[in-house]
């Protein structure tokens, strides 16, 4: 019995191994399927969407808007870097993706300038130590990331003291470099593991890494042409400007609609020009390319992807057009491009938050906010990944920390903008706020309003102009030649949260508006997702070598209409930048820049130009001492409608009249008889002209007359002074002539002042060797003047024989102090910490 049943038993269990063997055997073989048919999956969706570009291409004549001169001056710049590249190779027996690293690092600092790109490494280290402080090192943090997390603190903080007149460039330097020096060891912790981590990624794949870094080069050309962008000239550099001028930002909304916009980004533009003392616009545009492009690196690196993908996402990121258009001025797409990265590898490559990791989420998505207020519509996307991966990890006692972290980032300007405006993103949304300084209706862009269709991605690819001012091929070809393999990359478990926040992200600007410039961010999501479902590039595997030369071509196609993206490039002032220089490209391309740094020089705080032109209103520069009369200045655009109308032009002169224009910048084209009358009855001069624009002189003083008095004095009076309704700008001056010389002069100021004590201020001049005297007066003051009276004193005794030369004097409507919100708003707050 006992012998029968043990061979039962035996039996028994032989019958289950040989059940679980074959179970196991079963298993492999459908898994080898699956792998056949993933394979072979991925195989024809890759070749698919090439088809499709390749079609699209042919049957739409696409190459006909190939820029080709553009394309040809790039390419010669390419071959010029890798004949240096080569032969730093051989000196320093370096990889080739090094030595051409060095080269077009070189170049950039011959034409962005040596004092931008030392300004915007000494906030990349304050970044990095500021960040270090909030950022987790258990999770070999890279250091772009720690930068971003940092430039968020910058921001957010410069963001509060905008409205206070304390941002100088002596402020910056000493704290920037006080906050290097204190957090030195973390930073030097920070950076030492970079020059390793180059190497072994060069290492992993030398050839592609070359093309990324001769990619990269080629793109980063756009980044030395000066500043000559429309929204640039009109709108963003005003705030960099205020600061260099005024040391404050004056959120003046009356004179820009879009003063109070989220301004994060304007913000690092400002510190980065105070510190270098000029303009430090291209080496920002690079500092946020390069941060975007190792963030993808890592990117892909958490994506499980090999070095060769790796170096491929950040090739066809920086091949986009797009890509080169946001290093030509200050918009928001590039850094908007790093954060959303930055967020991504954040979220998919920690599993288990801890506080500093929460608290980096937190500045990052206020980054993202302060940034533009479109990009809630990538961090609503962004946030529900946050919260679905973190899961039952959530560190929730810091969720509440981390939210007030995060509004506090980002709120500045839609805090000023409710306080001073009575909307906080103005002008959007204004049929709700009703703000005074627009429309009482919701702003809404209808340029681009084609509406979303099932072609729509074909029309963004090969009817790009549609879209944008741009060319066709902008935007790139990358999107639907990926496409069949970002439809593999969802299938991936690893892939899939990722690719559907980036087509969220990608879509969702385009339902309100299909605008292509809006999806850039997008596309640097979207790249390493599609990457993810394409063939492998290993060696010695079949198809890899063609898969390898398809993504070359792709990559050269891009860079072909890479000029499509940038008129600049298009139009060849990257050659004219080389072959004639700085002056010649803005005398060429943005001649009122010109006349902005005559003004400047010539006449200081006391001009008030009035831009009449309304296709050009390129106003920034100027500091909120420029005026114009188009749609972005609410008030003056209706008191100048029509204004042509009037041939004597006296609704002109009530513009005039009403900015205390002393200056005006007319187009040769706009000169029309009520203009010219306009500017004949204020006594207008021509005393400069650049390109079709003119520069005039407004002369509305008033001359002073010699009044009784005891010797060796002098008097003289101006009696009819006009009544400006606000704030006046007084200008007077005073010119003596006196037989002695070196004799001190007390000269007194005393403004008449309607229903008030008059006003004084008192002097001391020399007569000069040539044996006249000279003083003059400016002050802003809320009051309405009726007259001056200027005396003229020795100090001692003694007859240095005075005499009157002239006397004159203008009292002017100061509208830049009546709309200058951030002063007001301090003297209110001011007012409340006294009391």
Known sequence: MRINSLLVRCGAEFEWLRHIQHSKLVTNMSSVGTLIF????????????????????????????????????LIGLALVSLVFACGLRFLLKCRLATGLAMCWIFALACFVGIAALISVLLIALAAMGIGSLVVSTTYK???????????????????????????????????????SLYRWPAIVATIRPLLRSWTGAVDGAPWMASVAVTTIGVVSTCAWIPTIHFDDLAYHLGLPYQLETLSYYRMDAGSQLWAVAPWAGDVIQGIAQLVAGAEARGAVDVLWLMLTTVMLWKLGEALELGPSSRWLIVALYASAPLTADTLTGMQTEGPTAAVVVALAWLIQRTTLPDRRCMLGAALLFGLLIGLKTSNFLAAGPLALWLLWRWRGHLPWRMAFTATLLALAVAGSSYSFGYLLTGNPVLPLFNGHFHSPYYLSVNFRDTTYQTGLHAYTLWDLIFHTSHFSEGFDGSIGFTPLALLGSMLIAITAPRARPLALVAIAAFVLPLVEIQYVRYTQPAIALLTPVMLCGAPPMVRKQRGATSVSVAFFLLILVNLAFVANGSWQLRDGVLADLLVHGRAFVISTYAPIRQLADIIRRNYGSSARTLLVDRRYPYAAELAGTAFVTSWYDNELVRLAWKANDDPQGEQWLRVFDRTGANLAIVHKDDHRPALDAALEKSHGVAISSVGDFELWTLHREHVGTAAPASPHVVIAKIDSLPLPTNTILLNATLEL???????????????????????????????????????????????????????????????????????????????????????????HFMDWIRR
């Open 38 to 73: 993933s394979r072979f999956a991925s195989q024809f969706f890759f070749w698919t969407g090439f088809l499709l570009v390749a079609c699209g291409f042919l049957f739409l004549r696409t190459w006909v808007s190939i820029p080709y001169l553009a394309t040809g001056f």
């Open 737 to 827: 002539r006196c037989a002695v010389t070196g004799v001190p002069i007390v000269i007194g100021w005393y403004v008449v002042q309607e229903g008030d004590l008059p006003w004084a201020n008192y002097e001391s001049i020399l007569c000069g060797p040539s044996g006249l005297a000279d003083a003059s007066l400016e002050t802003s003051k809320p009051s309405k003047a009726i007259g001056l009276t200027i005396t003229a004193v020795p100090s001692h005794s003694g007859d240095p024989h005075l005499s009157l030369v002239h006397a004159t004097a203008s009292a002017r409507n100061d509208l830049m102090a009546e709309r200058d919100l951030a002063a007001q708003w301090r003297g």
């Open 141 to 179: 943090i890279p250091a772009p990331l720690t930068v971003l997390v940092g430039l968020a603190f910058i921001a957010g903080i410069a963001g509060w003291l905008l409205p206070f007149p304390i941002h100088t460039r002596a402020t910056y330097i000493l704290v920037l470099i006080g906050i």
